[in-house]
């Protein structure tokens, strides 16, 4: 069974700080990897997906990398800003169904 | 438009009252999902619609009932439910042509159960 882990499980910076939101998965044998973001109360926004033949994707601000054999993935947030403050999750595909296994998330506060 | 619709956005039923979530999504997407996600955890996969067809039930119980009048439409049926069934209800879809492309998720519908 995979198993996903964000760590750590909340960060507070301040406004400008560059963001580190790592993601950890045990089974490396996946289809891709998607981050999210949600916010309180709210649904997910899918923010970056990643094939497992990718290394990183990049989006704006957001660049996230996909090391498949250590099961590792790394979401990094560029001069961050009081409204990037959210919640990510990060999921693992499966290549065999439509499942997604989520991280548990990392809190995100940004300090103006 | 990336747009997932899900009402109502609140919802408070008692133990023995009946009561549906509804999703619409208008991109022409052919597989549909519920997720039920309680406070500070995960999205839980709870049921799959692929092509209007159920394609995964996770165990759900019997109280759940889904439905797919057509591809562009998704219930929750909900009878008899209890307390630890409050949480947020989340609906999502994805083109379904190719397995796992991004899914796209609508804002949820708040359940209490009292």
């Known amino acids: 069974k995979q198993e996903v882990t964000q760590i750590p499980a909340a960060l507070s910076v301040p406004e400008g700080e560059n963001l580190v939101l790592n993601c950890s998965f045990t089974d490396s044998a996946i289809y891709n990897l998607q981050w999210f973001r949600q916010d309180p109360g709210k649904g997910l926004t899918s923010l970056l997906l990643?094939?497992?033949?990718?290394r990183e994707q990049t989006s704006g601000r957001l660049n996230a990398s996909l090391d498949k054999s250590s099961g590792r993935s790394t979401l990094y947030i560029a001069a961050s800003q009081p409204g990037d403050s959210a919640t990510y999750l990060c999921a693992v595909g499966r290549s065999n169904d439509y499942k997604l296994s989520f991280g548990a998330g990392t809190t995100v506060t940004v300090r103006a | 438009d990336t747009e997932v619709t899900q009402t109502p956005k609140h919802l408070v039923m008692g133990m023995t009252n009946k009561k549906s979530l509804k999703c619409e999504q208008h991109?022409?997407?052919?597989?549909m999902y519920w997720y039920k996600q309680k406070a500070k955890k995960p999205p839980e996969l709870m049921f799959v619609y692929s092509y209007e067809k159920l394609s995964i039930n996770e165990s759900v119980p019997s109280r759940f009932s889904p439905e797919c009048p057509n591809s562009s439409l998704l219930n929750l049926h909900l009878h008899a439910l209890q307390p630890e069934d409050s949480a947020l209800y989340l609906c999502a879809s994805s083109q379904g042509a190719r397995r796992l492309d991004i899914q796209y998720f609508g804002a949820g519908t708040r359940l209490s159960v009292l």
């Open positions: 991109m022409g997407h052919r597989a």
């Open positions: 990643i094939q497992s033949s990718q």
